[in-house]
Nanobody, 118 residues
Framework: QVQLVESGGGLVQPGGSLRLSCAASGSIFGLNTMGWYRQAPGKRRELVAQIITGGSTNYAASVKGRFTISRDNAKNTVYLQMSSLNPEDTAVYYC????????????WGKGTLVTVSS
């Protein structure tokens, strides 16, 4: 069983930066994606960024150029470097791991709150 623990959320001023981390304990099998989703109050959960085992990335249009996702496969950890933050980025950010093989499992973290406010 894989458990995901996020860290790095908090309060930041508009224009500021923040780095989120998500450490996965347990074994993740085969080709997989590690990613970040977010859910703002009253809105649906949405994909922010994903990175697959080989390093290819995918970003939501709203964060492209401002956020950077990376992963350390040896540490089973994924990072999200967020820059030029604005109040619209305020949300609970959730870590996600999805095994892409047949019968692959999907795991979610409990979330970390990011608040962008002056």
């Amino acid at each position: 069983q894989v458990q995901l623990v996020e860290s790095g959320g908090g309060l930041v001023q508009p224009g500021g930066s923040l780095r989120l981390s998500c450490a996965a304990s347990g074994s993740i099998f085969g080709l997989n994606t590690m990613g970040w989703y977010r859910q703002a109050p009253g809105k649906r959960r949405e994909l922010v960024a994903q990175i697959i085992t080989g390093g290819s990335t995918n970003y939501a249009a709203s964060v492209k150029g401002r956020f950077t996702i990376s992963r350390d496969n040896a540490k089973n950890t994924v990072y999200l470097q967020m820059s030029s933050l604005n109040p619209e980025d305020t949300a609970v950010y959730y870590c996600n791991v999805m095994e892409l093989g047949v019968g692959g499992m999907e795991y979610w973290g409990k979330g970390t709150l990011v608040t962008v406010s002056s």
